[in-house]
């Protein structure tokens, strides 16, 4: 009986001892990442400060026009690629 008692023990103490190795590994994994994340957050302070005026340029979509092959952005510009003319503007179409 003594001796079931104590195997039962030590393989709760072995369960124990990989279960605090595995909590260890992902503590240094979390550590690492908290450095990393705080060094980020440290440069992406100064960079704010360094430049607090600055201007942001909204996002331009192109699309190509499969019909007519020229590029239209948001802004309803049109340009026409180097090798082609185009005498009348038109719009883009659906397929």
Known sequence: M???I???FRTKL???EVDCEYLKTCCETLTEENKRLQKELQELR???TSQPFY???PATTLTMCPSC???VT???TTTTPPNTTATTQQQPTNP
Request: a positive charge.
């Open 2 to 4: 003594f001796l079931l």
């Open 74 to 76: 948001t802004s309803s």
């Open 6 to 8: 104590y195997n039962c």
């Open 46 to 48: 100064a960079l704010k």
């Open 55 to 57: 201007m942001q340029l």
């Open 14 to 16: 072995k369960q124990t």
């Open 69 to 71: 092959e020229r590029v």
